[in-house]
């Protein structure tokens, strides 16, 4: 029993360990820390300044109905701005925590650390990287415009973060060189989450089938429902949960297969 405890506590440590270098990771480069609160802050500073007043007509889907309300056209800039942000800024963080060749994994294996252990301590600290973008980005937007489904809207933005976050590992994962991962999440992030996605777009749209698939359709849905009509769009939620499930799991075999690789071609170098 001895044996079994100490060995547990060995395992809870290393992974402790991997977070903690993880952190690290994250910490030296400053580009990143700028980002989770400058960004965020300078955006929509600058649409609470210059976005005049105003109504203007969007639409919201649920599973089989649509909802056409009448918003303040600077509360809908705000949160779209804000939808926009997060969706592109969890892209960039997770092509940095999952483009590495793993190279330094090598020297993980000594301490007989095995694949899985360093999979979920990775993807444990992008879970916290995403929660806490997302309480910033839910407190910063309430603290410039009134909702009360506070609750409602921040689980919205993890969910939005969960899927761009799985977009961005995957191309940080597949993409040899660092720039071509950030231009295709850049891409992705202006073209769906910083404009088809915009409600004051899509609700005109003339071809809006295509929208409504895209990675950012449902989580927006969610966040729109719960700010402008103070509810909570289930069919939005399980799509979202669905869509990042699915993103997910690619990320996860991707990442598998790589550690994988390195953990065997070290014991075959041995």
Same mark, same amino acid.
């Given at each position: 029993?001895?044996?079994?405890?100490?060995?547990?506590?060995?395992?809870?440590?290393?992974?402790? @360990?991997?977070?903690?270098?993880?952190?690290?990771?994250?910490?030296?480069?400053?580009?990143?820390?700028?980002?989770?609160?400058?960004?965020?802050?300078?955006?929509?500073?600058?649409?609470?300044?210059?976005?005049?007043?105003?109504?203007?007509?969007?639409?919201?889907?649920?599973?089989?109905?649509?909802?056409? @309300?009448?918003?303040?056209?600077?509360?809908?800039?705000?949160?779209?701005?804000?939808?926009?942000?997060?969706?592109?800024?969890?892209?960039?963080?997770?092509?940095?925590?999952?483009?590495?060749?793993?190279?330094?994994?090598?020297?993980?294996?000594?301490?007989?650390?095995?694949?899985?252990?360093?999979?979920?301590?990775?993807?444990?600290?992008?879970?916290?990287?995403?929660?806490?973008?997302?309480?910033?980005?839910?407190?910063?937007?309430?603290?410039?415009?009134?909702?009360?489904?506070?609750?409602?809207?921040?689980?919205?933005?993890?969910?939005?973060?969960?899927?761009?976050?799985?977009?961005?590992?995957?191309?940080?994962?597949?993409?040899?060189?660092?720039?071509?991962?950030?231009?295709?999440?850049?891409?992705?992030?202006?073209?769906?989450?910083?404009?088809?996605?915009?409600?004051?777009?899509?609700?005109?749209?003339?071809?809006?089938?295509?929208?409504?698939?895209?990675?950012?359709?449902?989580?927006?849905?969610?966040?729109?429902?719960?700010?402008?009509?103070?509810?909570?769009?289930?069919?939005?939620?399980?799509?979202?949960? @669905?869509?990042?499930?699915?993103?997910?799991?690619?990320?996860?075999?991707?990442?598998?297969?790589?550690?994988?690789?390195?953990?065997?071609?070290?014991?075959?170098?041995?």
């Amino acid at each position: 029993m001895r044996d079994i405890l100490n060995k547990h506590c060995k395992k809870k440590s290393v992974f402790l @360990l991997l977070y903690a270098q993880t952190c690290k990771e994250l910490i030296r480069n400053r580009l990143g820390l700028i980002l989770i609160f400058v960004i965020p802050t300078l955006f929509l500073a600058v649409v609470q300044w210059t976005t005049g007043e105003g109504t203007l007509p969007i639409k919201l889907y649920f599973f089989k109905q649509i909802r056409q @309300l009448f918003i303040n056209t600077r509360e809908i800039s705000l949160v779209f701005m804000a939808a926009a942000i997060g969706g592109f800024l969890m892209s960039y963080y997770a092509v940095l925590l999952f483009h590495k060749d793993f190279e330094y994994f090598r020297y993980c294996i000594s301490m007989k650390l095995s694949p899985v252990t360093f999979i979920v301590s990775r993807f444990c600290f992008f879970f916290s990287l995403v929660t806490v973008l997302s309480v910033y980005t839910t407190l910063l937007m309430r603290s410039m415009m009134f909702f009360s489904q506070i609750g409602a809207a921040l689980l919205g933005f993890l969910l939005l973060g969960a899927i761009y976050g799985a977009y961005g590992g995957i191309v940080g994962i597949l993409s040899k060189d660092f720039m071509i991962g950030i231009l295709f999440v850049a891409l992705l992030a202006n073209i769906d989450a910083g404009w088809l996605q915009n409600p004051v777009f899509y609700s005109t749209a003339q071809q809006s089938e295509l929208i409504r698939w895209l990675p950012a359709f449902f989580p927006c849905q969610f966040i729109f429902s719960a700010i402008f009509l103070g509810k909570t769009n289930l069919w939005a939620a399980l799509m979202s949960l @669905l869509y990042a499930s699915v993103l997910f799991g690619v990320l996860f075999l991707a990442v598998h297969f790589r550690i994988k690789g390195v953990y065997y071609g070290k014991h075959i170098k041995k």
